[in-house]
C-alpha cells in the first residue's frame, strides 16, 4: 500500500495510522461498570489516582488511544 493511500487519524499531538491494528485501553469509572464492578472505588468515593495510574498504565503498555468510561 503507498503512502498516499494510507488512513490516519490526525491528532493534536501525533498521528494514528487506522491501515493497521490499533488497541484501546478502557479504564471504566463508574461504580456500575458491566466489565469491573467499580474497581476504581473506594468507600463508595472514585479513586482518581488509582484511575489515571491505571490509565497511564495501559499507555505504558502499548495502548495506542484510551477509553474512558463515565
Known amino acids: 500500500m503507498s503512502n498516499t493511500s494510507r488512513l490516519v487519524w490526525q ?3 501525533r498521528c494514528i495510522l487506522l491501515d493497521q491494528p ?18 476504581f472505588y ?16 495501559l499507555a505504558v503498555d502499548g495502548a495506542d488511544i484510551l477509553d474512558i468510561g463515565a
Not at 22 to 39: A, E, H, L
Not at 46 to 54: G, I, K, N, P
Open 11 to 13: 491528532l493534536r499531538t
Open 42 to 57: 473506594r468507600n463508595g468515593r472514585l479513586d482518581v489516582s488509582a484511575a489515571v495510574d491505571y490509565a497511564m498504565k
Open 22 to 39: 490499533i488497541f484501546m485501553g478502557i479504564v471504566n469509572v463508574t461504580p456500575d461498570s458491566f466489565s469491573d464492578g467499580g474497581q
